[in-house]
């Protein structure tokens, strides 16, 4: 949520912030702006929309030093006053900010200023800055003590000072060639440099003459160790007209990628956990709480009991906890602030947390200490798709793990990678199902928590109005809004409920719905048939033809896949 791209040395600034931000966009892409010295005047140009219209107009601008920033709108609408980056009142400092200031109003008031030029809170948190007294670190440092809430900052002052400062957003700085960039995800320095530094919480850096120079909230010097750059393996990327399509296309690859580097039990063993679990609790947001459910069902099938729970609700709860449990924390990016929120509360608290993510060096892994790695590669569009099959999996084989029965399952396992069906969906079918004004999803255990997917990628990135529901509570209530109008998209991949399931569908079909079935069994509703493989392994095989129902659909809405309206990809404010 907000991408921070910042850069000094002897080199094009502006340029490479506005390329970095081009890799960042997918973490808010409202609108963008740049901050940069030129002829010993601190300046800024801002766009709305997308990076692009930005790039248009800095093309032609040059300056060693430039801080950048693409948003995701939380405090006022998208409008350029809104953008980042935001001058303070004197127009000396110039910020970029992502994260939340949760006390602006009351800092506002102290400000006493009579103008304000936007209504973020960022300008608030610069005017902060401004009043301070000291160097541009020390009124940063002295700043941040009155903020209550989370940032990842980069401010750039008239004279070319340029410093960083972070609490929960993430920021990592880097030596490049030439000079040194400062950014929210370390994929932008991929390919620019070998090592790079994670600012943790609430520390700050200076960079001056070509050096990087860390401080603590106190202002007292530190000596960090810098971390070795991931390789991003670009190779495997399939690249198709969309970052979405690549990345259902790429499933089968990073399956494989996955299994390769669990198979030997390493990172497995790796792990601290309870031994043999009494307990085993998931905690996540959106897809990857449905990921979650899917874990939950595989420790349940090896005799751990098992829970999924949306980290919002979680947080404000009163859950009994246990520590002879273990707390999963799944989450593609490793930065959701809800997440980030339960896994510090519980590791406060002493239970034994473990993170699942796809981003090595996540906030989330930091605090977990103890991770789980998905190889899904970098996942862009803001639907996540590979990341969700990856964590289904590697939550299955760790399952497998636990129960000590990971090697009988290998030929098996060895077997579904090879045939992994990637099954689409025909365009007959795509249309016939865009025309319906109510789309359902139904399915039970397993095929519900599949539907729950399902309804949630389509209407993230189709805006169609849809939800998911277990099938046996259709007669419930929900069967009042079915009707000639309706389409009843079931998934069936398991034999015991079948039977049930084909009943439900009956129900539907007297009421005038429409049914289209996704099973592997044989059935005379109008289906789309899908490979057979053990139980266990179905919902990585029929999530598949409903990634791509919702992204066929999304085209042929003439929508954008990757930039669906008022998301981001990670989600950094609770
Ligand atoms: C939907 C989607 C979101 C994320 C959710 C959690 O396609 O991607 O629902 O799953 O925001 O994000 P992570 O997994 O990064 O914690």
Redesign the pocket.
């Known amino acids: 949520m907000c991408g921070i791209c910042a850069c000094t040395g002897n080199l094009n600034a502006v340029k490479l912030v506005t390329e970095g931000l081009k890799i960042l966009e997918y973490r808010g892409y409202d609108s963008a702006g740049v901050a940069y010295i030129e002829n010993e005047n601190l300046k800024v140009e801002k766009a709305v929309g997308e990076i692009c219209n930005l790039e248009k107009k800095v093309e032609n601008l040059v300056s060693f030093t430039a801080i950048g920033h693409t948003r995701w709108a939380t405090h006022g609408g998208v409008t350029e006053n809104n953008a980042h980056p935001h001058f303070s009142f004197s127009k000396n400092i110039a910020m970029v900010h992502n994260g939340i200031v949760e006390n602006y109003k009351e800092l506002k008031e102290k400000l006493e200023i009579d103008t304000w030029r936007s209504q973020t809170d960022t300008e608030v948190f610069v005017n902060l800055v401004e009043k301070e007294n000291g160097t541009l670190l020390e009124k940063i440092i002295s700043a941040s003590r009155k903020v209550i809430g989370s940032f990842a900052v980069a401010i750039l002052d008239e004279k070319g000072n340029l410093v960083l400062g972070k609490r929960e957003s993430p920021l990592y700085v880097a030596k490049i060639k030439n000079g040194i960039m400062a950014v929210s995800d370390t994929y932008v320095l991929s390919g620019l440099t070998e090592n790079f530094y994670t600012l943790g919480d609430n520390e700050f850096a200076e960079i001056k003459n070509d050096e990087i120079y860390f401080y603590d909230k106190n202002g007292k010097k530190i000596i960090k160790n810098s971390e070795k750059m991931q390789k991003f393996d670009k190779k495997s990327t399939i690249f198709e007209k969309t970052h979405m399509k690549s990345e259902i296309l790429e499933t089968k690859n990073i399956l494989k990628t996955t299994y390769k580097n669990y198979q030997d039990g390493n990172l497995f063993s790796q792990i601290i956990f309870p031994n043999r679990p009494k307990e085993i609790n998931l905690i996540?947001?959106?897809?990857?709480?449905h990921s979650a459910l899917q874990g939950a069902e595989y420790f349940k099938k090896i005799g751990i009991p098992s829970h999924a729970y949306i980290a919002s609700e979680f947080r404000y709860g009163n859950e009994i906890l246990n520590k002879n449990a273990l707390y999963i924390f799944?989450?593609?990016?490793?930065?959701?602030a809800d997440?980030i929120a339960c896994a510090k509360m519980l590791k406060e608290k002493k239970m034994c947390c473990l993170a699942l993510t796809?981003t090595p060096n996540s906030y989330l892994n930091q605090i977990c200490g103890n991770v789980l790695p998905t190889f899904a590669g970098k996942e862009i569009a803001?639907?996540?798709?590979k990341?969700?099959s990856c964590q289904v999996f590697v939550l299955y084989l760790f399952s497998l793990y636990i129960s000590g029965k990971f090697q009988e399952k290998e030929k098996e396992i060895e077997n579904f990678l090879v045939k992994f069906p990637l099954v689409d969906i025909d365009k007959n079918v795509v249309d016939k199902i865009s025309k319906f004004e109510k789309i359902f999803f139904i399915g039970r255990r397993q095929d519900y928590i599949t539907a729950l997917e399902s309804s949630?990628?389509l209407k993230?990135i189709t805006y169609i109005n849809s939800f998911a529901i277990a099938s046996g509570e259709l007669k419930h209530g929900t069967l009042a809004l079915i009707d000639e109008k309706s389409i009843v998209i079931a998934i069936c991949t398991e034999e015991k409920t079948k039977e049930k399931l084909f009943s439900n569908l009956e129900e539907v079909k007297a009421r005038n719905g429409s049914v289209l079935l996704v099973t592997n069994f044989e059935t005379n509703f109008d289906n789309l048939k899908i490979p057979t493989f053990p139980p266990s392994l179905m919902p990585l095989v029929s999530i598949i033809p409903m990634q791509f129902l919702a992204l066929h659909i999304c085209e042929k809405l003439g929508y954008n896949p990757d930039k669906p309206k008022n998301?981001a990809?990670?989600?950094t404010v609770e």
């Open positions: 996540a947001c959106g897809t990857a709480y799944v989450s593609q990016s490793g930065e959701t997440t796809n803001v639907a996540s798709t990341a969700y949630l990628k993230e998301l990809k990670s989600v």
